[in-house]
């Protein structure tokens, strides 16, 4: 299984970005996908995760509904878009994938990707 994360760079504050996730080696529609963050010196963190038919969504609520969570079943890919970038969202981003039913724990995603960095400036 690889999860290919991609979409990530520096950008100032307010602005936007959209993050990719490409996925192989797995059936991607039955796997509930999430997107996860770790700040430098700090956990790594649940920030949305999609159900496998993309009718449902969840988000941290710190995101203040700034991101946006979705998955192309067709092309193995789920992206999250974010908008009004603050210099906290800068970290690591990851995707994930999970055939769980607790989308929001570490611990029930079974494969993850490498990560890729957002660097908001202010």
């Known amino acids: 299984v690889q999860l290919q994360a991609s979409g990530g760079g520096l950008v100032q504050a307010g602005g936007s970005l959209r993050l990719s996730c490409a996925a192989s080696g797995l059936t991607f529609s039955s796997y509930t996908m999430g997107w996860f963050r770790q700040a430098p010196g700090k956990e790594r963190e649940f920030v949305a995760a999609i159900r496998w038919s993309g009718g449902r969504a969840y988000y941290a609520d710190s995101l203040e509904g700034r991101f946006t969570i979705s998955r192309d079943n067709a092309i193995n890919t789920v992206y999250l878009r974010m908008n009004s970038l603050k210099p906290e969202d800068t970290a690591v981003y990851y995707c994930?994938?999970?055939?769980?039913?607790?989308?929001?724990?570490?611990?029930?995603?079974?494969?993850w990707g490498q990560g890729t960095l957002v660097t908001v400036s202010s």
């Open positions: 994930a994938a999970s055939r769980g039913d607790t989308y929001d724990y570490l611990s029930s995603y079974a494969y």
